[in-house]
């Protein structure tokens, strides 16, 4: 069968936040985990934070795929 080109964000047994395609139990494509400090930061609301932080992502990653370019094996990340 074919993978589903639809994806979602779940929250898994272990409390981690993922996005996986639909109706699948494949491993996630992307799995968020957030310290309790930060949960509790957050009063709960982490799992809208990991959804703003999976639409950036996307969004990025998509200008990454117009450019063409590849990113240089030994960049500084900051």
């Known amino acids: 069968m074919p ?43 982490y799992i809208e934070v990991a959804k703003a932080m999976i639409s950036a992502g996307m969004q990025v990653a998509g200008q990454v795929m117009e450019e063409g370019e590849p990113y240089a094996e030994d960049r500084i990340l900051h």
Do not use: M, T
Request: no cysteine.
């Open 3 to 45: 993978s589903s080109p639809f994806l979602e964000i779940v929250e898994l047994e272990n409390g981690k936040v993922a996005l996986r395609r639909s109706n699948e139990e494949a491993e996630p494509l992307l799995v968020i985990e957030f310290s309790a400090d930060a949960r509790d930061f957050l009063q709960g609301h």
